[in-house]
């Protein structure tokens, strides 16, 4: 499934950044946001160890490691959870983010555009959507940022005395 290949391939390669404490994710049963906290850390990994394969579980292990601000585990978790649960939001919400946060845009739209492509009217669906438009908006907004600061580095060295305009080169030549 394209969904599932996008996932490990964002894995192998992903950066890793750091969260928020708490944040308000889409809870993986009912839809309805919801803090995570990271005090449910000890009691996720507690029943995840009598059943490691517990999607709903996994989905909300990885959402209280991110509201942690421990995305390198919360990545990894979202990712085992989106293989158990697919049709979950939440998965992809937590990678996301995550990508979001180590400023990577790029991978996180793919992320959000892989589950919407996928499931596009799954419950989720639609705050799913809403990251992503807000990881096109960031990744527009660096790169202005940053073609800013090239033109301005640009304007502080001296022009390169073998290029001219042709317009100073015909007032040269008037003169």
Same mark, same amino acid.
């Given at each position: 499934?394209?969904?599932?290949?996008?996932?490990?391939?964002?894995?192998?390669?992903?950066?890793?950044?750091?969260?928020?404490?708490?944040?308000?994710?889409?809870t993986?049963?009912?839809?309805?946001?919801?803090?995570?906290?990271?005090?449910?850390?000890?009691?996720?990994?507690?029943?995840?160890?009598?059943?490691?394969?517990?999607?709903?579980?996994?989905?909300? +292990?990885? @959402?209280? &490691?991110?509201?942690?601000?421990?995305?390198?585990? =919360?990545?990894? /978790?979202? *990712? %085992?959870?989106?293989? #158990?649960k697919?049709?979950?939001?939440l998965?992809?919400?937590?990678?996301?983010?995550?990508?979001?946060?180590?400023?990577?845009?790029?991978?996180?739209?793919?992320? +959000?555009? @892989?589950? &919407?492509?996928t499931?596009?009217?799954?419950?989720? =669906?639609?705050? /799913?959507? *809403? %990251?992503?438009?807000? #990881?096109?908006?960031?990744?527009?907004?660096?790169?202005?940022?940053?073609?800013?600061?090239?033109?301005?580095?640009?304007?502080?060295?001296?022009?390169?005395?073998?290029?001219?305009?042709?317009?100073?080169?015909?007032?040269?030549?008037?003169?």
């Amino acid at each position: 499934m394209a969904y599932h290949r996008s996932i490990k391939r964002i894995l192998s390669g992903r950066r890793v950044g750091v969260l928020a404490a708490v944040v308000v994710v889409l809870t993986a049963c009912g839809g309805r946001p919801a803090e995570v906290s990271p005090n449910e850390i000890p009691e996720l990994e507690a029943q995840l160890t009598d059943n490691p394969e517990d999607g709903d579980v996994l989905l909300r +292990y990885a @959402a209280a &490691l991110f509201s942690a601000g421990r995305c390198d585990t =919360a990545s990894v /978790v979202a *990712a %085992r959870g989106a293989q #158990a649960k697919p049709r979950s939001a939440l998965g992809p919400l937590v990678l996301g983010q995550c990508l979001e946060q180590a400023n990577d845009f790029d991978q996180a739209v793919g992320v +959000y555009g @892989a589950f &919407l492509t996928t499931f596009p009217e799954e419950r989720g =669906a639609d705050a /799913v959507r *809403a %990251r992503q438009m807000l #990881a096109l908006r960031a990744r527009a907004t660096l790169r202005a940022q940053t073609a800013l600061a090239q033109e301005a580095q640009l304007g502080t060295q001296g022009g390169d005395p073998r290029t001219r305009s042709e317009e100073h080169t015909s007032e040269l030549q008037s003169h």
